[in-house]
């Protein structure tokens, strides 16, 4: 299959890219977070394809994209108030909500699970896409199972040229990692943390659950994909080491790329190191786009540079974490 390039800018292009989606087809498009890979959610077998183009486990669940509320609460059983709050005040953002799930949602998107996850993105061409197809659309992150998340169109090609339709380019992503996804079941937990802020979510909701919190009893919702313990791996080793161990880390491995925010490059025996701005906003903007480059360099080991221990640092954090993960 050819990948068509499209144009987020061109009109003719967005009605080309609805149509491809309305016919059953895969379009990645840009939004605020990440690129998602989009396909008709209410279609089993549009989002049967999406996990076969991602070589995605059938047992990961998708986030079904929306214009607002009034297209979320058709897939969901229940709408607390809760949910009612969070989408007045953050959508449309990068934040998904996970509530119980509607007859209309097929099996596919929720994994066989009882809940579905639901996103009203922010990026304009997200919502001319989504108007224009009148439908809701599944969208995982368009890069292959486990790569990194893809924050440019370049990058969606580079994993799914050839497996997926078009990708509708819309230049780069300004959050640049995923959202936020809390599950209201009824009480709210914090899934995954991202780009809204978790004290912004306790302001509205009071004290917020983390799965740390309720430990096991974490089966009371499906498993969801930003839960496995590798993710968002670039290839090669990857490991978090505090500034001052970096030069020595690297004097011991062999083809070194090195991901830098503060700590000075001198010392560093790299074949290629990338500086991240310093803030939380500016180092996700930059993230995977820089592991990305550091990937394409053949690095076979990647160095970070550890970073700050603030909650402002959560969703960076686990994103690290889970790069730096074993296989
Ligand atoms: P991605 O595939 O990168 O777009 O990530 C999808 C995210 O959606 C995961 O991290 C999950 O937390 C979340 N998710 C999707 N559906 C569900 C669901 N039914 N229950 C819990 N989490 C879900
Ligand atoms: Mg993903």
Redesign the pocket.
Known sequence: MDTRLLSARSPRDLDEAAELLKRGGLVAFPTET?Y?LGGLALEPLAVRAIYAAKG?PSF????VHVLGEDDARPLCARWPLEAQQLAARFWPGPL?L?LP?SALVPDEV??G?D???VRAPSHPAARALLQRVGAPLA???ANRSEHI?PTTAAHVLRDLNGRIDAVLDGGRCAVGI??T?I?LMPRPLL??AGAVPLAQLEELLGTVETREMRGHHTDL???????QRRHYAPAGVVRLVDADGLAAAAAKAGQVGALLHTAPAEEIAAVLVKRLPATPAGYARELYAALRELEDADCTTILIEQIPAGADWDAIRDRLERAAAPA
């Open positions: 990440v998602g995605r990961n669940p998708l986030i998904t996970v799930r929720t994994a699970g809940t579905v996850a969208g995982p992150s998340s995923e959202s996804v599950a899934l995954r919702v499906a498993p969801s994909p930003g839960m």
